[in-house]
């Protein structure tokens, strides 16, 4: 049966991980849309959390880019499908950034 329908963090180390990976990309200035990308892909591809890894990290990285005044307009069907493809067909951070930037507003 698993952990399933448990909301709590599997693998707190990756985590940790995670967030120092983000901050470095912060301190070298990376765009708002490699960040966001890098923490969608990180959650989704490795499932730190026993449930709810595909909105977790599409959320994250939603986050991510909030704090910069942008975000990601798509409906709920093809984020859904396109979050779902990352781990289903194994796709890259760079990938992920192409579709946030091609679906990216401006929200301030």
């Not at 892909?41 to 991510?64: Q, S």
């Not at 910069?68 to 890259?92: C, K, N, W, Y």
């Amino acid at each position: 049966m698993g952990e399933t329908w448990d909301y709590g963090v599997r693998d707190p180390g990756s985590l940790d991980h995670m967030l120092l990976l983000l901050s470095e990309k912060a301190a070298r200035e990376e765009s708002p849309e490699r960040i966001a990308a890098c923490s969608l892909h990180f959650i989704v591809a490795t499932h730190p959390f026993w449930d709810a890894n595909h909105r977790t990290g599409f959320l994250v990285g939603r986050v991510v880019l909030q704090a910069f005044g942008r975000d990601v307009h798509a409906s709920t069907e093809e984020a859904e499908r396109f979050v779902r493809s990352i781990d289903g067909r194994g796709l890259t951070v760079k990938a992920v950034e192409e579709w946030i930037r091609s679906h990216l507003v401006k929200i301030r």
